[in-house]
C-alpha cells in the first residue's frame, strides 16, 4: 500500500525557516517524481514544487521560488521541503504527492502537514 | 503560465441528478506528440487529502466509479457526475499538468 507521511510543520515566526519532510512507504521511492502542494485555510490547491526522481529536473512555483527548495534521500525514502524568509501567506497545510508514471499526475498524496506563520 | 477557469464555485443538488463542473485551459491541454490532453480530476472530502479521479481528460483513475465521467479536449473541460450520490459531497478541482501543475479554483458539491 502506497503511504505519503508528512511532518515538521508547526508555528514558526515571519521571517524564519521550517523544513518539512515526506517519508513514503509501499513503492520504490527513487522510481518516481515527487511534489509539494499546499491549501491555505478554507481554500484551493497550489502546486508549490517538484524534483524528479533522481534530482535532476526541479522547478518552483513563481510564490516560493528563491525561498522554498526541495530535496530528496532516495537511500531514506524521505522528500524534504526546506522553507526560508516565511511569510503570513505561508500558511496552509502542506502535502507531499507522488507524480504517476507516463504523466499520470499526483496519484498519491499524504494527509499534510500544517504551517502556520504567525507572530 | 497557465490560467484554469473553474465554473460554478458550488453547486447543489439533490441524490439521483447529474451534475457539470467546467474547466476552461488559457492554452490547449493537448499534446500533439501523444494526441492527449494533460487535465485531471481531483475530489477533496472534507477533512481528506485530494484523490485523482480522471486523468488525460477522460480516463478514470482505477477504482473511480463509472459514475465520473471527463470530457473535452483542446482548452475546455467537462467533469459529469451521474447518478449523484450522498458520498459525492466534495469539492472538485480541475489541473492541468500540460506546463508545470496550475489547479482551477475548485467547486463545491452540496447534496440537497
Known amino acids: 500500500e502506497v503511504q505519503l507521511v508528512e511532518s515538521g510543520g508547526g508555528l514558526v515566526q515571519p521571517g524564519r525557516s521550517l523544513k518539512l519532510s515526506c517519508v513514503a512507504s509501499?513503492?520504490?521511492?527513487?522510481?518516481?517524481?515527487m511534489n509539494w502542494i499546499r491549501q491555505a485555510p478554507g481554500k484551493g490547491l497550489e502546486w508549490v514544487a517538484y524534483?524528479?526522481?533522481?534530482?535532476?529536473?526541479?522547478y518552483y512555483a513563481e510564490t516560493v521560488k528563491g525561498r522554498f527548495t526541495i530535496s530528496r534521500d532516495n537511500a531514506k525514502n524521505t522528500l524534504y521541503l526546506q522553507m526560508t524568509s516565511l511569510r503570513s501567506e505561508d500558511t496552509a497545510l502542506y502535502y507531499c504527492?507522488?507524480?504517476?508514471?507516463?504523466?499520470?499526475?499526483?496519484?498519491?498524496w499524504g494527509q499534510g502537514v500544517m504551517v502556520t506563520v504567525s507572530s | 503560465d497557465i490560467v484554469m477557469t473553474q465554473s460554478p464555485f458550488s453547486l447543489a443538488v439533490s441524490e439521483g441528478e447529474m451534475v457539470t463542473i467546467n474547466c476552461k485551459s488559457s492554452?490547449?491541454?493537448?499534446?500533439?506528440?501523444?494526441?492527449?490532453?494533460?487535465l485531471a480530476w481531483y475530489q477533496q472530502k472534507p477533512g481528506q487529502s485530494p484523490k485523482l479521479l480522471i486523468y488525460?481528460?477522460?480516463t478514470r483513475q482505477s477504482g473511480v466509479p463509472d459514475r465520473f465521467i471527463g470530457s473535452g479536449s483542446g482548452t475546455d473541460f467537462t467533469l459529469t457526475i451521474s447518478d449523484v450520490q450522498a458520498e459525492d459531497l466534495a469539492d472538485y478541482y480541475c489541473?492541468?499538468?500540460?506546463?508545470?501543475?496550475?489547479f482551477g479554483s475548485g467547486t463545491k458539491l452540496e447534496i440537497k
Open positions: 504527492a507522488r507524480q504517476g508514471i507516463a504523466a499520470i499526475p499526483l496519484d498519491y
Open positions: 509501499g513503492f520504490t521511492f527513487s522510481n518516481y517524481g
Open positions: 524534483i524528479s526522481s533522481g534530482s535532476s529536473y526541479i
Open positions: 492554452q490547449s491541454l493537448l499534446s500533439s506528440g501523444n494526441q492527449k490532453n494533460y
Open positions: 488525460y481528460a477522460s
Open positions: 489541473l492541468q499538468h500540460y506546463s508545470y501543475l496550475t
